[in-house]
Nanobody, 124 residues
Framework: QVQLVESGGGLVQNGDSLRLSCLAS????????VGWFRQIPGKARQLVAR???????IFADAVKGRFTISRDNAKNMVYLQMNSLKPEDTALYYC??????????????????WGQGTQVTVSS
């Protein structure tokens, strides 16, 4: 089992950058895949980026070319670097983890472990 804590959210302006961090507990973190989701009020969580245990990554079309995802297993950390932020990126961002063998895991119901979320607000 793994526990996740997000940090790094905040209020930024259109075009700014922000890096979110996801700190995981547990000595087997390197075997987990991690996804970053975001949620706006009244909507389901949507995957924006995912990195597998082997550091293969996928991105939602809305963030391709602007967001990157990376991990540092020695620190039990996964990062979401968000560049060229837009007001439509405003959301509550969550990291989530799983141990499936699949790269394309887009549905929030597929992830058993979740953090509490960190708010990102992009002003226009």
């Amino acid at each position: 089992q793994v526990q996740l804590v997000e940090s790094g959210g905040g209020l930024v302006q259109n075009g700014d950058s922000l890096r979110l961090s996801c700190l995981a507990s547990g000595r087997t973190f390197s075997s987990y895949n991690v996804g970053w989701f975001r949620q706006i009020p009244g909507k389901a969580r949507q995957l924006v980026a995912r990195i597998t245990w082997s550091s293969t990554a996928i991105f939602a079309d809305a963030v391709k070319g602007r967001f990157t995802i990376s991990r540092d297993n020695a620190k039990n950390m996964v990062y979401l670097q968000m560049n060229s932020l837009k007001p439509e990126d405003t959301a509550l961002y969550y990291c989530a983890a799983d141990q499936t063998p699949y790269l394309h895991l887009w549905q929030e119901t597929e992830y058993p472990y979740w953090g509490q979320g960190t708010q990102v607000t992009v002003s226009s």
